[in-house]
């Protein structure tokens, strides 16, 4: 495997479920993204990692729960969602750093449908 | 507040030469990116500009103006696999990405 993985690339809930987003990186970066994609809108940057702590919250609600247990691996905990919280969602990372190397590769996206 | 302006869509013909403007307020600057994204797919990146003037990289070339808060993309000898949406995202003075809703490039026949 090599790049940005993410599973599932299709998923479809409901309000009360509970799921998990999986995104795999390949290519020894040190931070790590999770992204909205909502139609004709701006990509809505959700959370930051950087070496596995928490860096950055854009005030998302609780329902989604961010998890980073290595460099190399985010998830995405979603529960209780609502249908506005259909989307795709984009996983990416980057290399960080003060000296450059921070364009981000992105996963394929999980395409996401809340019923 | 923080803005990224680019046009919704635009329409070109295969073989000619299409600009895709971009204008931008931000807090701070720390660079400029160009991304594609074809329907279905991952944004992937084309482009990254941080001092004023022109990058060049095959048929795409990435201009900027930090007085203007302006860049385009210009991308020539159109292809038709080059229909897609192109993003534009400035990174801020807390080195935050700062996304455009990007552009839909159609290329006809």
């Known amino acids: 495997e090599t790049g940005v993985t993410q599973t599932p690339r299709h998923l479809v809930m409901g309000m009360t479920n509970k799921k998990s987003l999986k995104c795999e990186q390949h290519?020894?970066?040190?931070?790590m993204y999770w992204y909205k994609q909502s139609a004709k809108k701006p990509l809505e940057l959700m959370f930051v990692y950087s070496l596995e702590e928490r860096v950055e919250n854009n005030s998302v609600p609780s329902r989604f729960s961010p998890e980073c247990p290595n460099s190399s691996h985010l998830f995405l905990h979603l529960h209780t969602l609502q249908p506005e919280d259909s989307a795709l969602y984009l996983c990416?990372?980057?290399?960080?750093?003060?000296?450059?190397?921070?364009?981000?590769?992105f996963g394929p996206g999980t395409r996401l449908t809340v019923l | 507040g923080q803005n990224i302006d680019q046009p919704t869509e635009m329409t070109a013909t295969e073989g000619a030469i299409v600009q895709i403007n971009c204008t931008y307020q931000?807090?701070?600057?720390?660079?400029l990116f160009w991304y594609q994204q074809h329907a279905g797919e991952a944004p992937t990146f084309l482009s990254y500009?941080?001092l004023d003037g022109l990058e060049e990289k095959g048929r795409f070339s990435s201009f900027l103006s930090r007085s203007k808060g302006y860049s385009y993309l210009l991308l020539k000898e159109l292809q038709m696999k080059d229909s897609a949406s192109y993003l534009c995202a400035v990174r801020d003075s807390n080195y935050q990405l700062i996304w455009g809703a990007g552009t839909k490039l159609i290329i006809k026949p």
């Open positions: 290519l020894g970066h040190n931070a």
């Open positions: 990416a990372s980057s290399l960080g750093g003060e000296t450059g190397g921070w364009e981000q590769f």
């Open positions: 931000t807090s701070g600057f720390n660079g």
């Open positions: 500009n941080v």
